[in-house]
């Protein structure tokens, strides 16, 4: 019975951690831009928390994806805060599914996920997702089947029906929880457990309690390589599961044998309690807002961004064309650098192998993606709002030269790519390799500042195409190198590198075009107005 359970468990785990996965992958960016987007105000964060959380099984996912927005800088740490609580209330609905005991519907959406999967339309994509909510609720079925033998144990019934200290409650629900990193499980099997009249609503309680502070550990794992802003939400998850807990326990202490009360059913009644006490605590915290984030600002500070974040409501299209156009302009060169220093930081971590600078950089990486996102939107959505074709060529000629850098950059994203295949190949480095890299990489960090630059006199035309002309050089004498040390079986790192010589050759020709287009055009970081009377 021990390892059937165990079974069961592990298969619930599976199934939940899967389901949470394939929504995240069906809905994609657009998920994460739609919550950015609407958290403006805390009770809409709330709603979008709990509606999340109530898709994804997963309280914990739903925190990890704020913080994570939070980080990219397309989430405020205020807006943020209203997620958080969301997600507690999200999470109550698999306690009523497993009360109501509609678990046993599980294998007819694990079977209309094999249909779906065979008709082979549109709507197939979604049958993962529908496989893997039947095998939750198949596998919270399972356990229920197998703990069945219990009932008939008199003395583990006397045991866990007799009143015990609420703190223990509260510390075994955390434990659970922080170790399976689902509040979701420790809750499910709390239920079952009441519903098969094993476990009493009064012991039952505490550990649901602690379930909520136990979730917190992943969110609070997921925050050791981010900035000051990620740290501010994932201890206000904590902050805000804590405080509901210390909030209840006095009534846990005084009307811990009333749960019952609250339904005829005992499991019912337990998942009314969680639906309660998650409610009334984010009511409370809701009230309590201002001073609760100005709380947690007190204990982190301030604080330093680890990258300074564009400020994109200068795009507003309630502005006028002309302050439009200056800041798109005055931000192209903002732009370039930034992807610059991106590619710095991707090849120092290469080269260097430190974790933290490859962490950065895809925190910056994520960031450019977004920015990206917005610009095209801005652009698809202002295009048709110009008066008159003077303006419409303008936007265009904008938008071909945002279009280069966020070219640019899908060639340092794939030296990003590498490098991740680096790590899960566990590929090292040699020296003479490392050499290449030093070179290759300072090379190029020099022609991204020669490119930078559209403003050139006839000399320095010439002595551009002659470092064009050096470069290509370089690259090529690179790959007769690499080529050599790919014939040497045990020289698996030297593939590695000629998928970086590849990716610099790529990158290369895409700044020599961005340099045309620039040059034609005469946009500079410089001289920003010249540029502007230019059109």
Known sequence: MFIAATSSVILFIFGLENFSKEVQKVTGDQFRKFIGKVTNYTSIGVLIGAFVTAVVQSSSATSVIAISLVNAGVLSFKNSVGIIF???????????????????????????????????TKYSVFAKSLFYFGFVFFALHLISSTLVPLQSDERLISFLSKPHNPFLGVLVGMIITAVVQSSSVTTGLAIILTQQGILSVGNAV??????????????????VNMDIAAKKTALSHFLFNFGGVVLFLPIVFIWGDKFKLLADDPAIALANFHLIFNVTTTIIFIIAIDPFIRFVDKVLGEGKMDFERFDLSMFSPDNDFSEIERNLYLNVPKTYDFVQENYNLITLSIETNYKGVFNAAKRRMDYVDYVEDELVSFFSNYIATCTSEEEINSIVRIMSIYEYIFQIHDSVKDLSDLKDSMDKNYIELKSDLIIIIRSLATRTLSFFETMSNPHLDEEQKRELKKEVNEFQFNIIEYNKRILKLMAAPDRRDASVIMHMITYSQRLKDKLVHYHNLISDHAVSSSDINDSLSTH
Do not use: E, H, R, W
Request: hydrophobic share 55%; charged share 5%.
């Open 86 to 120: 969301g997600s507690n209330v999200g999470t109550t609905i698999t306690a009523q599914l497993v009360a109501f005991k509609l678990t046993a519907f599980g294998p007819v959406f694990i079977i209309l996920s094999f249909f779906l999967s065979l008709i082979k």
């Open 206 to 223: 505490p550990i649901l309690m602690g379930a909520n502070i136990g979730t917190t550990v992943t969110a609070l794992i997921s925050i």
